[in-house]
Structures are given as C-alpha cells and as structure tokens.
C-alpha cells in the first residue's frame, strides 16, 4: 500500500516537473537533429576534447575571442588602477542608479561624442554587462514587434542568431563580399528587407572577418537602410582597433539619414572582457525613435536585468580619460604584426585561401580548399582532426554561416602564431591528396 502510493507521488511530482519529461539531449545531438549549426561555445569544447593527451607540444588557440590571457595584451595598470581606485573609495559599494550612473553615461557620451559631428547626452546611454547584454536590450526590444525581422551579416556573429532565436525572432542573413573586402552586400539587403523587418545589424570592424568600412561605403549602407525605413544596429566593439587603409568611423556619424544603436563595450578596446562593461547608445538626432515604443521597451528590459557593478561603472570615466594612446598602438602594432604574419604564411599554403588580409579586429576568414584534401569532409572535420593531430585549435567556419571555410584569430603572441601556421601547413601537407 505503502508503495504505491509512493509511485502516485513520484508519477505526480514527475508530471508537476515538467522539465524533467524534456529529452536529455546533449547540444551536439539536439543541433545536428533540427540541422541547426554548432555554437561557437559547442564546437570550441568538441575541439578542445579532441586534442591528444599523450602530444606534450601545448595547445595553440587561434580561435578564442579573449587575447586578455597573452602579456602582450595585458590589460592597462592605469585601467586597473582606476578600478581600485573605486572600489576603495567605498562610495561604490551600493545598486547604481537606472541604466547607469549618470558620471558614467556622461563620460560614455562624451567619448562617442568625440567621433560625431553632434553631441550625444548621457541620456542616450544605457549601461550594460558588457555588448552582449546591449546585444540582448536591442533583440529583445525588436522581439516584441509582432512578426518582426532583422537582418544579420553572413558570415555573422552567432551570438546574434542565438539570442534571436531564443526570443523567437526571425533573422535573415545578408550576404558580406569576399571580393571587395567583405563589404555589406547592399543589394542583398535590399532583397531581404520586407514590410517586417526592423533593422540591420552591422559589425564595423568586422568580427569574423577582420573588415574595416570606408566612409562612402558605411554612408551607402545608410541610406539604403533610410530607404528601407530600417534602424541600424552598429556593433562597434571593436571600436579603434584597425591598421590597415581605413580608419574607423561610427555608423552613429550618419545619424541624421537614419537612426543608429551603437553597441560596445571596454571588453575589446581596452581587453578587459571579464569586467563585463558596455553600453548602448542610441543616436537619433531626428527623434524617430522617440516617438515609438522601442526605446521603452529597452528600458524595461534593463529596469528587469541586473546592472553591471557600481564599481566597475565608477571605474570607466577615469579609465577612459587615462587609458593613453601608447597601450592602444602597443595593441595594434602586435595586431597588425599578427595579420601581416598570418596573410603571408597562409599564402604559402594552397590548400587554403585567404580572400582579404585583415584590417581590424583580431580575426579573418579563409576558405578551405576541401578537394585538395585526402579524407576530410568538411570544416568541422578538418578543425577536429587538426585539434587531434597538431593540437591547434581552429573555429569551424559552419559556426559562422560559412561551410567550408575556417575563421582565424590572430590575437596572440607573434611567435605562438607563427608556430601555430607552421602546424597548419604540416597538417594539410600529410592530409594532402597524393
Ligand atoms: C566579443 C563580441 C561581443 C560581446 O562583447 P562583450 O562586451 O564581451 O559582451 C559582441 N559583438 C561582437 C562582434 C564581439 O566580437
């Protein structure tokens, strides 16, 4: 008697438990059933447990997006200071004010301010626990419009694809030019925009593909987007981080033809990632914004989120003010290093083609010549067997929306780089067809 009753207990505690009648399923299983493409995280890991134990050569990583670990992109002491500084002040030990605090959202308005020709209040400036909570403010903000659209870059930043399809957003990928440095194919938005479809995400520079956009082209892709009647979504995390003919230039300049969210972060420019600092700014001189219910729905969205620490916001004024132009060109000057090293080593191997040498960020995309190949099927097969063979770790362009191609970071120690291409060209050369 007893223990029946205990089963009723158990079928009934197993019915209020609904998560518990869900499938276990691991991420691999689940993606590949629904055809849906690993994650970055997914296939970092399935690498990651690839590599030989019994190899003792140490891992080289080229697929990370955190270069904080290398010395030559250790965070600034007065970046660190300024933290310090604030949390010993003891004024910070509290909750900050809504979306901010307001020295904080000034500083950040002055900052971008900087590189516009109008001037952005603090009012514009919304904290967040780095870009990928503002990433998160502005998909879920749009979510919330019946029937809604957006439109995202291929080769894309997955993390785009990920939160769209938590919300239940539908995406549509524009395509980037290979042959004219990855630049937007404006054309192809144009196709894809339809009466739904609220905006246009534009990642300058480009993560994964190392482009930085001229003016003229960033001023094209802001009138199509006007006559579209399609906000853009400026992803600049990679903010000032170029070295090549371009320099930067914010999509929030072209303000005044469309309105513009500008997304980042210290987690990049200042390679502080795990600070977990950014911001959204919206730039909307002709207040078309204003009038609707977006911006609202932003703010919900962060009154509901937990703020980034009232210390690390304390910090930003001071690190923006100090952090000098010496540990920028420091970074760059490894970067451009780094790109020049990786453009000229892969010339020197054919099984791979690297359409466009990088001119920002910390990553390009080559493409994999798989029928030079003997017995690798496709990316995420070549990216395995290098993890297994040569212990270099690579992302599987698939993540990113391109089959067959590999995205690169280059965001290490020259001399690690070096050695990691020289792994690549061993590795193709065995696994060449004869
Ligand atoms: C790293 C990255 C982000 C996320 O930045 P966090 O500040 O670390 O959240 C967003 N967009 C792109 C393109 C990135 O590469």
């Known amino acids: 008697m007893l223990t029946e009753t205990a089963m009723e207990d158990n079928q009934s505690i197993n019915k209020l438990w609904k998560f518990n009648t869900l499938e276990e399923n691991t991420e691999l299983q689940s993606r590949k059933k629904n055809k849906k493409p690993l994650t970055v995280r997914g296939a970092l890991s399935m690498l990651n447990g690839n590599v030989n134990p019994i190899d003792n050569r140490t891992v080289i990583p080229l697929a990370h997006g955190d270069p904080s670990p290398f010395d030559s992109f250790r965070a600034s002491a007065d970046a660190e200071d300024s933290v310090v500084t604030a949390l010993r002040s003891a004024s910070f030990n509290g909750y900050a004010t809504t979306f901010g605090l307001s020295s904080t959202r000034k500083a950040v308005a002055n900052y971008v301010s900087k590189d516009v020709p109008y001037k952005v209040s603090a009012d514009d400036v919304y904290l967040t626990s780095g870009c990928k909570h503002a990433i998160q403010a502005a998909i ?39 042959e004219r440095n990855w630049e937007i194919d404006i054309g192809s938005v144009q196709d894809l925009a339809d009466d739904n479809t609220v905006a246009v995400v534009v990642i300058n520079p480009g993560n994964p593909t190392g482009s930085v956009y001229s003016y003229q082209h960033l001023q094209n892709v802001a009138k199509a987007a006007r006559k579209l009647g399609l906000l853009v979504i400026a992803d600049e995390v990679y903010e000032h981080i170029v070295f090549g003919r371009n320099p930067f230039v914010r999509m929030a300049v072209f303000a005044s033809l469309v309105p513009v969210l500008t997304l980042s972060s210290l987690s990049k420019r200042w390679i502080v990632p795990g600070w977990r600092i950014g911001w959204l700014v919206t730039t909307d001189p002709n207040g078309v914004l204003q009038k609707s219910q977006f911006i609202e729905r932003i703010k919900a969205f962060l009154i509901i989120s937990s703020e980034p620490s009232t210390f690390i916001q304390a910090a930003v004024p001071e690190i923006i003010e100090k952090v000098d132009k010496e540990f920028f060109s ?105």
């Open 330 to 434: 420091k970074c760059i000057n490894v970067l451009q290093q780094d790109a020049d090293m990786v453009f000229d080593k892969l010339a020197d191997i054919p099984y791979i083609t690297c359409p466009y040498k990088p001119e920002g960020s910390m990553f390009l995309m080559v493409k994999l010549n798989i029928s030079m190949l003997d017995g690798i099927q496709d990316d995420t097969d070549f990216c395995m067997k290098l993890a297994n063979q040569e212990k270099v770790i690579i992302l599987p362009g698939s993540t990113v929306g391109m089959e067959n191609w590999l995205r690169i970071t280059f965001a290490i120690e020259p001399p690690v780089l070096e050695e990691g291409l020289e792994r690549v060209k061993v590795f193709c050369q065995r696994n060449a067809k004869a």
């Open 140 to 178: 879920s903000a749009i979510a919330f419009i019946p029937n809604s659209n957006i439109l995202l870059p291929k080769p894309t930043f997955a993390l785009y694809d990920a939160i769209a399809d938590f919300y239940g957003l539908q995406v549509r990928h524009y395509n980037l030019l290979q």
